[in-house]
């Protein structure tokens, strides 16, 4: 499995901007995808990035962009005009498949541990 380790959460301002990053132990060819989790609610897909393509969940497009940096086996999350609603706990993870064909949970076998963010109003 690969080990994921995020950061870059803090608290923010609405109409503040945030990166996060998930550092990774090995390749980060396949797969991956940021998530996302408010109290008291499911986890949720936010974007996902693969051979093939990103795609993004409804409410973050046009905010927030998705991207990896192979020769630090890093991926990012830029998030602009943040909201009070974007405020969570963000997971990165990685699926064992290059092709990224959903957000279901169970397509991705590894997690990092989560960095919050917060975005008062």
């Known amino acids: 499995q690969v080990q994921l380790m995020e950061s870059g959460g803090g608290s923010v301002q609405a109409g503040g901007s945030l990166r996060l990053s998930c550092a990774a132990s090995?390749?980060?060819?396949?797969?991956m995808a940021w998530f996302r989790q408010g109290p008291g609610k499911e986890r949720e897909g936010v974007a996902r990035?693969?051979?093939?393509?990103?795609r993004y969940q409804d409410s973050v497009k046009d905010r927030f962009t998705i991207s990896k940096d192979y020769t630090k086996n890093t991926l990012y999350l830029q998030m602009n005009s943040l909201r009070p609603e974007d405020t969570s706990m963000y997971y990165c993870?990685?699926?064992?498949?290059?092709?990224?064909?959903?957000?279901?949970?169970?397509?991705?076998?590894?997690w990092g541990q989560g960095t919050q963010v917060t975005v008062s109003s």
């Open positions: 090995t390749y980060i060819g396949n797969c």
């Open positions: 990035i693969g051979v093939g393509g990103v």
């Open positions: 993870a990685a699926s064992p498949e290059k092709y990224c064909v959903s957000f279901f949970l169970n397509r991705y076998k590894s």
